[in-house]
């Protein structure tokens, strides 16, 4: 399978815990882009990549938020400190460069993420 | 600023009768427009994608969507559902630097 993929599928974790989520885009795409979609509600856009270069983030991404992306390939999000307010699904998308944001993303199954 | 208002957030049809689902947008520019599609526990799929070629976009699984400037919409259509439509939709503005999901129309196919 040469799509996206996000590991793990599922984490449940307690509050306070850190956790971290790990995206592959695919392999020629050169921007990756994290959203979060709570229940009921579509994907939130949290940030996005131009190979190694954070370029841009949202007002949702709270301190306790950090996003790399170190080799232009894979990314890894970071939640410190979690709160239960932080439980949704977590969805990695990648690209090829074009206009940013007007290019087709191609997503991954999501991480599901639980507070307890 | 761009932005996308999905107008209904349930809509069942029955299997078989033609499929409506509504979304206007909003923009300073011309957008760009995509729908996407999330069956249960899957990811998202693009469906179609405007981006001022054609006004009628025609997408997988028999679905096309056409762009009217005049009413700033961009609704998605099916002629026939299958009960394999049943799933979430998204229509997605996409702008500059990131894109704008709407909220989400429930589609369910009635046998």
């Known amino acids: 399978d040469t799509g996206v993929s996000q590991d793990p599928r599922h984490k449940i974790t307690k509050r306070g815990q850190n956790v971290t989520f790990r995206c592959d885009p695919i392999?020629?795409?050169?921007?990756l882009y994290w959203y979060r979609q709570t229940l009921g509600q579509g994907p939130e856009f949290l940030t996005y990549?131009?190979?190694?270069?954070?370029?841009?983030k949202s007002r949702l991404l709270s301190d306790r938020f950090s996003a790399e992306r170190p080799k232009g390939s894979f990314s890894t999000l970071e939640i410190q400190r979690t709160e239960q307010g932080d439980s949704a699904m977590y969805l990695c998308?990648?690209?090829?460069?074009?206009?940013?944001?007007?290019?087709?993303?191609?997503f991954g199954p999501g991480t599901r993420l639980l507070v307890l | 600023a761009q932005s996308v208002t999905q107008l209904d957030s349930h809509v069942s049809v029955s299997e078989g009768t033609p499929v409506l689902l509504r979304c206007n947008y909003s923009?300073?520019?011309?957008?760009?427009l995509f729908w996407y599609v999330q069956h249960p526990n899957k990811g998202l799929q693009l469906l179609l994608k405007y981006t001022s070629a054609a006004t009628l976009v025609k997408g997988i699984n028999g679905f096309e969507a056409e762009f009217k400037k005049s009413e700033t919409s961009f609704h998605l259509t099916k002629p026939s559902a299958h009960m394999s439509d049943a799933a979430e939709y998204f229509c997605?503005?996409?702008?500059?630097?990131?894109?704008?999901f709407g909220t989400g129309t429930k589609l369910q196919v009635i046998p």
């Open positions: 392999s020629e795409h050169n921007r």
């Open positions: 997605v503005g996409g702008g500059y630097q990131k894109v704008t």
């Open positions: 923009s300073s520019y011309s957008p760009s």
């Open positions: 990549f131009q190979n190694e270069a954070q370029l841009e």
């Open positions: 998308a990648s690209s090829l460069a074009g206009l940013a944001g007007r290019e087709t993303q191609y």
